[in-house]
């Protein structure tokens, strides 16, 4: 079936480590693709997102997230987390064209220890 | 700018009882969406507008959940009778048509049905 897989569902690391969350998906053709952060009590705030160029795409708060087509992955970076990235994120992909809905992977809660 | 307004944040119900939810989206945004995030996954789509015309409804489960957009701003989400799997936080969307400058979204409902 097609989907967006995020293959940790958990991760805890401490401040100042780096961060690489994966997420691949499994359609053809175009597709344009997004990271969303869920910080505790809040709403989903858009982090980053590619529709084409560059496939290194920068975000805010120092994220980072690198488009490989031949892998189908769009994996999210950062170098050196805060506690203040706890929170829940969410890659997300939309395949353009008159239903250009939002299909979202399960989700990988992080937490950073101080 | 505004963001989505939803309302009510939280509710509980009996099951088999109705429940009703409201969005009003971003000025100016064609498209709506209504998705049902259960705990522990990513949210789902339930359904899509684009104006006050429904593009994708293929994962409402029509038989308890209606939704309208009537004069293509504000829409209405109801569930008609509510079962416990029904319990989850109800997000509302809101994009320009092609969804490149991004999806906002609302703070949810969350709902419980015990």
């Known amino acids: 079936a097609q989907s967006v897989s995020q293959h940790n569902h958990h991760v805890i690391l401490s401040e100042a480590a780096s961060l690489e969350l994966g997420c691949n998906y499994s359609?053809?053709?175009?597709?344009?693709l997004f990271w969303y952060v869920q910080y505790p009590g809040q709403h989903l705030q858009l982090l980053l997102k590619?529709?084409?160029?560059?496939?290194l795409v920068k975000g805010i708060k120092g994220f980072e997230a690198e488009f490989i087509k031949s892998k189908f992955s769009f994996n999210l970076r950062k170098p050196s987390v805060q506690w203040s990235d706890t929170a829940e994120y969410f890659c997300?992909?939309?395949?353009?064209?008159?239903?250009?809905?939002?299909?979202f992977g399960t989700g990988t809660l992080l937490a950073v220890q101080p | 700018e505004a963001g989505v307004a939803q309302s009510p944040r939280y509710k509980i119900i009996e099951k088999r009882q109705s429940v009703a939810f409201w969005c009003n989206p971003i000025?100016?945004?064609?498209?709506l969406y209504w998705y049902q995030q259960i705990l522990g996954q990513g949210p789902k789509l339930l359904i899509q507008?684009?104006?006050?015309?429904?593009?994708?409804d293929s994962q409402l489960p029509k038989d308890r959940f209606s939704a309208e957009r009537l004069k293509g701003v504000d829409s209405t989400l109801k569930i008609q009778p509510a079962k416990l799997e029904d319990s989850a936080v109800y997000l509302c969307?809101?994009?320009?048509?092609?969804?490149?400058?991004?999806?906002?979204f609302g703070s949810g409902t969350r709902l419980t049905v015990v």
């Open positions: 000025s100016g945004h064609a498209t």
């Open positions: 359609y053809g053709g175009t597709v344009n």
């Open positions: 507008f684009q104006n006050n015309g429904v593009v994708d």
């Open positions: 997300a992909v939309n395949r353009g064209g008159a239903t250009n809905k939002l299909i």
């Open positions: 590619y529709f084409s160029g560059d496939p």
């Open positions: 969307a809101s994009s320009q048509a092609t969804g490149y400058y991004g999806y906002t």
